[in-house]
C-alpha cells in the first residue's frame, strides 16, 4: 500500500493549541476514499538509508531511533526474514530509482511508479507491507532532494519521516498541517501527535484495524498522554 505521493514543503508550524478528539483521531486513520485503516509496525525495525553522507545517516537513524523509543517500541540489527524491513532512500532524480539494483522486484510496477512520481512532481512517497495479522511489516520511503527540501534541515526532515513511518497514518494526515512544530526555532514533535504514536502502541490496542470504534480508544489514550 502507498501511503503518500506529494509534496511536502518542509515548513513545521506553530505549536497546535488543537486538544485531541475523537473525531480528530480518527481523521488521522481515516483514507480519502472514507475507509478508516489503522496498523502499527509488528516487528522490530530495522533501519538501512541510501543516499546520504555519513552525518545525514546518522541524524536519520537517530530521528527514527528517537521515534521509536517515544512510541515504546523496539529496533533491532536485522531482520529474520528481510533483512531491512525500512529502508529509506533520498535523491535527486525519481528515475535513479530504476538503478537501484533488485528493487524492481521488491516494488510490483516500478517504471510505471516513476513516471507518476514524475508527472506528479512529487517529492516523497512511502510504500507499506503488511503481515497476515495487518500489522506493518515493511516500509520503504522515497524522499526526492528537490529545491524545497534542500532548504530543510536535516534533523527537521529525517524527524518528519520518523514521524510519518511508525504508523500508517491516512493518505490525508498531514496535508493541511504538520506533524511537528516549532518552539524557538527547533523543530518538534507537536504534542497531540507524539500522544497518539505512544496510544497506537499500546499493548491493549491491536495492532491493525479497520473499524472507525478503533480511533474512540485510541482518543481516550492519547488523551490521559498529552
Known amino acids: ?33 472514507g ?58 532524480d525519481w528515475a535513479e530509482l530504476l538503478e537501484v539494483p533488485n528493487l524492481g522486484r521488491l516494488l510490483d510496477g516500478l517504471e510505471p511508479l516513476v513516471a507518476r512520481l514524475q508527472a506528479a512532481d512529487a517529492n516523497q512517497y512511502r510504500v507499506f507491507r503488511f503481515d497476515a495479522a495487518g500489522a506493518i511489516r515493511a516500509a520503504f520511503v522515497f524522499v526526492r532532494m528537490d529545491d524545497a527540501l534542500r532548504e530543510v534541515p536535516a534533523a527537521t526532515l529525517a524527524l518528519s519521516q520518523a514521524v510519518q513511518v511508525i504508523v500508517l497514518w491516512s493518505d490525508a494526515a498531514f496535508r493541511g498541517a504538520s506533524p511537528l512544530a516549532l518552539v524557538e526555532g527547533v523543530a518538534v514533535l507537536r504534542p497531540e501527535i507524539a500522544a497518539v504514536i505512544r496510544a497506537a502502541y499500546d499493548p491493549v490496542l491491536p495492532a491493525a484495524s479497520r473499524e472507525p470504534g478503533h480511533g474512540l480508544r485510541l482518543a481516550a489514550r492519547a488523551g490521559r498522554l498529552i
Do not use: C
Not at 514543503?9 to 476514499?33: K, N, W
Not at 530495522?46 to 517515544?70: N, S, W
Open 35 to 92: 475507509d478508516y485503516l489503522f496498523a502499527r509496525w509488528g516487528r522490530p525495525i530495522v533501519p538501512v538509508v541510501f543516499g546520504v553522507d555519513d552525518a545525514t545517516l546518522a541524524t536519520v537513524k537517530g530521528a527514527i531511533e528517537a521515534v521509536v523509543a517515544l512510541a515504546g517500541h523496539r529496533m533491532a540489527g536485522t531482520d529474520p526474514e528481510l533483512g531491512a524491513n525500512l529502508m529509506v532512500f533520498f535523491l535527486r
Open 1 to 33: 500500500m502507498a501511503l503518500w505521493l506529494g509534496r511536502f514543503a518542509g515548513r513545521a508550524g506553530q505549536m497546535s493549541a488543537d486538544e485531541i478528539t475523537p473525531e480528530g483521531i480518527t481523521a488521522l486513520f481515516t483514507r480519502g476514499a
